[in-house]
């Protein structure tokens, strides 16, 4: 979908949601906002700005086909069509974030537009996305949960749990101060448990370590607990 498209779509949406979900239609009036005035080419020698873009109009666009149904049960059957993962990012985590106060939304659109933005650990966190599918396991990945919320990916394994994961290269002298912002916010969003990987880069079998640690805690970690693995 190119620029233009994706500003029309979330017009549209914008005019879709008013009735249907008035919080969503003013999030989406906020992104509109921020993307108004930016000229598509402008726009479009923005890859990350456009990809959250595009998420944002997928997301939006799901919820309101759900939201649209003219039941309950409709409703539900819908999310049981779904993934664990993508269950819990409609049936919870997206629909909290645009009907909560987001302190961090105005912070990273700024750093997203002016491409202050980078992904240091994004070569790391997508070889753990491939290798789980490989496994049998799934992920789900959204500029919202990283940015926001402190996840880089959201796992699920066998036994089709959600678990929120964060990846880090960070220097071990910093990983208390990290690991303790990590742990509130994913406590102010109200996500149950979540799992913080911190690796050297250095290490031969890191990958593989991440992996087995992810996939096992998403089956076994219990709620209310959020752990850190070095």
């Known amino acids: 979908m190119q620029a233009k498209e994706i500003k029309q779509q979330l017009n549209s ?14 999030r989406l009036s906020e992104i509109d906002r921020w993307v108004k005035h930016i000229r598509l080419g402008s726009l479009t020698a923005k890859p990350i700005v456009l990809a959250f873009l595009l998420e944002v109009v997928t ?10 149904l003219p039941s309950e049960e409709e409703q ?15 049936g919870y985590l997206f629909p909290r974030w645009f009907n909560s106060t987001d302190s961090r939304f105005y912070i ?7 491409g202050e933005f980078n992904q240091l650990d994004n070569d790391t966190i997508r070889s753990i996305a491939q290798d789980i599918v490989r496994r049998e396991g799934s992920f789900w990945h959204r500029y919202i949960a ?9 796992v699920s394994n066998r036994q089709d749990k959600p678990l929120c994961i964060q990846v880090t290269s960070v220097s071990e002298v910093f990983h208390r101060q990290k690991y303790h912002d990590w742990q509130y916010v994913l406590q102010l969003w109200e996500i149950e448990r979540g799992l913080f990987l911190s690796y050297n880069p250095r290490s031969t079998d890191f990958l593989n370590q991440l992996i087995n640690v992810a996939l096992y805690n998403s089956d076994h970690l219990t709620a209310g607990k959020y752990i850190r693995f070095s």
């Open 13 to 26: 949406l914008i005019e879709q949601s008013a009735s249907i979900d008035p919080n969503l239609a003013k």
């Open 59 to 68: 997301d939006a666009t799901i919820w309101l086909q759900i939201k649209s």
């Open 76 to 90: 539900t059957a819908r999310f049981r069509q779904m993934t664990a993962n993508e269950r819990y990012w409609y």
């Open 108 to 114: 990273w659109k700024k750093k997203m537009m002016s």
């Open 146 to 154: 990283d940015l926001s919320m402190a996840t880089d990916l959201i």
